[in-house]
């Protein structure tokens, strides 16, 4: 099932961005999504997903304190990353990825996703 991130771009440090990661409609009501993030010279880490039976959202520790949400539109069943007070070291190409195992943070690794994107770039300038 094909993904599609989209949404990335520069901004200023205590700047915002809204990711949006499309499929197909009926793969969204069905799979888990999930965004994770690479930053250079780093491996990729789970930031956040959304379970798409029930809405739950499960969050890394690395990113608790809400500076992102993940939320999904049932209507466009899209799903979005807001960031919000963005920081120089949120600068990484950001990912999203359809899972069924979003049941808590500690599902927010590689192993448990499926399909991935492409990625979409975002940097944060102090």
């Known amino acids: 099932v094909p993904v599609v991130e989209s949404g990335g771009g520069s901004v200023q440090t205590g700047g915002s961005l809204k990711l949006t990661c499309k499929s197909s409609r009926s793969a969204l009501d069905y799979y888990d999504i999930g965004w994770f993030r690479q930053a250079p010279g780093k491996e990729r880490e789970g930031v956040a997903c959304i379970n798409s039976n029930n809405g739950r959202t499960y969050y890394a520790d690395s990113v608790k304190g809400r500076r992102f949400t993940i939320s999904k539109d049932n209507d466009t069943r899209l799903v979005y990353l807001q960031l919000d007070s963005l920081k120089p070291e949120d600068t990484a190409v950001y990912y999203c990825?359809?899972?069924?195992?979003?049941?808590?943070?500690?599902?927010?690794?590689?192993?448990?996703?499926?399909?991935w994107g492409r990625g979409t770039q975002v940097t944060v300038s102090s």
């Open positions: 990825a359809t899972s069924q195992t979003c049941l808590s943070h500690n599902f927010l690794r590689e192993k448990f996703f499926i399909s």
